[in-house]
């Protein structure tokens, strides 16, 4: 088999048999494919795409590139959430120990910032002593002992994808269904959960902006997880506004406190219980509007709050910080960004309330830049509301060697007003199930 035959071939639009899928996988992990052949694959699938079969082969074999986790020795069902990325999204660390109090036992890798967008890990290392990097064994009893543990990707966990989308990155080969998907699911096939939910973000903060993109997407990603045997579904959820007002990292950790307290933002408790209880349908705890319930239960009786401090502590974190909010420390400096005129907030452009936190330091601009886990905004204003010509509009949070005169620019770029009471969209679209 010969690289240049798969390239002819996928050039013409042709389909791949799933031996020339894992020849090409395989050979450019062990660096026997060059960069400039794998960029060649890769513009081929962009423009041409990959078939559902296609898409399946490469996921695969993009997920036995490296090692899969076994999650067999752990007694129960084992669950886990991934969302595509976006704004003041901090689902994850709500959702999870809501499950974990509802006796399903989450395994969860996560990963950094994206770009605009903001990442699991960076929010709970803003939590003094949160460790995210276990060995596997420890993750493994951290997830039987207390049902939930969160950490970073390990080693050798999907190198194909590594590799891949390092290469993606520089040769403008993102935005394609079939890569996308490939992507996501090899590392969810590699972590080993029996369900899997699929949080589809779409709208302005979303690597996906349109609706229908987002559904090919979905379903593709669906499709995919159903092929290999786990029970996997997915919501396709609002990404058009930030979800709740906190972005940045010690800030989303306080409002994600506040949020399993029974105090969060409403769009943002909304969203959660959504997931946390679209993954109670697929492990077959409940349905509908029952596992709806029983989530909401959670928040309320304290069970879901009671969790997050076990999680926290089984992880190394300061648990008096989870306890108490006050506590993390602000940043160096704050800045109130004022509106220059009166009328409702149509709409926000999300992914620009994103750059302007990476602006101000919580998020990076290059792969290993450091961060700030202070920084970021507060908003004070949405979609929908009226506001009066210099009223606050968000809260800016900063160390001192940062000027926010950049960020301030972005932000205000990002909301859009209007003379009449906006169309408000809803929080979730669609659920696959
Ligand atoms: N997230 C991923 O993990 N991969 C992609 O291709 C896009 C978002």
New binding site residues.
């Given amino acids: 088999m010969r690289m240049y035959d798969i390239l002819q071939k996928k050039k013409r639009g042709e389909v791949l048999s799933r031996e020339e899928i894992r020849f090409f996988v395989e050979g450019y992990t062990k660096g026997e494919i060059p960069d400039y052949q794998a960029s060649a694959w890769l513009m081929a699938v962009c423009l041409k795409g990959m078939t559902d079969r296609e898409t399946a082969d490469l996921t695969i074999a993009m997920a036995q590139s490296g090692d899969m986790l076994d999650l067999s020795s752990i007694e129960g069902v084992t669950v886990d959430k991934?969302s595509?990325?976006g704004v003041g999204d901090k689902t994850s660390l709500i959702v999870i120990p809501i499950l974990a109090s509802l006796g399903l036992k989450a395994a969860k890798m996560s990963?950094r910032g994206?770009g605009h967008t903001g990442g699991t890990i960076d929010k709970l290392e803003s939590i003094p002593g949160f460790c995210t990097e276990l060995k596997q064994e420890a993750f493994l009893k951290a997830v039987q002992t207390t049902g939930a543990a969160i950490v970073s990707q390990t080693g050798n966990l999907v190198p194909a994808?590594k590799k891949l989308?390092a290469l993606?990155d520089v040769t403008a080969t993102?935005e394609?269904i079939p890569?996308?998907?490939?992507?996501?699911m090899s590392?969810k096939l590699a972590a080993g959960a029996q369900c899997i939910l699929l949080d589809v973000k779409t709208g302005s903060g979303a690597?996906m902006k349109d609706l229908e993109e987002s559904r090919k997407l979905a379903r593709t990603m669906v499709e995919i997880g159903r092929h290999a045997g786990r029970k996997t579904g997915a919501l396709i959820t609002d990404m058009g506004r930030p979800l709740g007002y906190a972005i940045g990292n010690s800030l989303e950790v306080i409002e994600a406190c506040e949020t399993l307290r029974g105090k969060g933002p409403i769009d943002l408790t909304e969203v959660s219980i959504r997931l946390a209880a679209g993954l109670l349908e697929l492990s077959g705890f409940s349905k509908g509007e029952e596992a709806y319930e029983r989530v909401k239960l959670q928040i309320q009786n304290g069970q879901a709050f009671a969790k997050w401090k076990e999680m926290v502590m089984a992880q190394g974190g300061d648990v008096s910080f989870i306890e108490n909010p006050d506590k993390f420390p602000k940043a160096d400096k704050t800045a109130s960004l004022l509106s220059d005129r009166e009328g409702y907030i149509l709409s926000m452009d999300t992914e620009k309330c994103g750059v302007a936190s990476v602006e101000l330091g919580a998020g990076r601009e290059r792969k290993g830049d450091p961060i700030d886990p202070y920084a970021g905004i507060l908003l004070r204003k949405k979609p929908g509301d009226f506001v009066r010509k210099g009223e606050i509009l968000a809260e800016l949070f900063f160390a001192e060697k940062v000027n926010p005169a950049a960020a301030e620019k972005t932000l205000l770029e990002a909301y859009r007003f209007g003379d009449a009471v906006p169309a408000i969209p809803p929080l979730v679209y669609e659920s696959i199930m």
């Fill in positions: 991934h595509t990325g990963g994206l994808d989308y993606r993102v394609s890569l996308i998907a490939s992507s996501i590392k690597f």
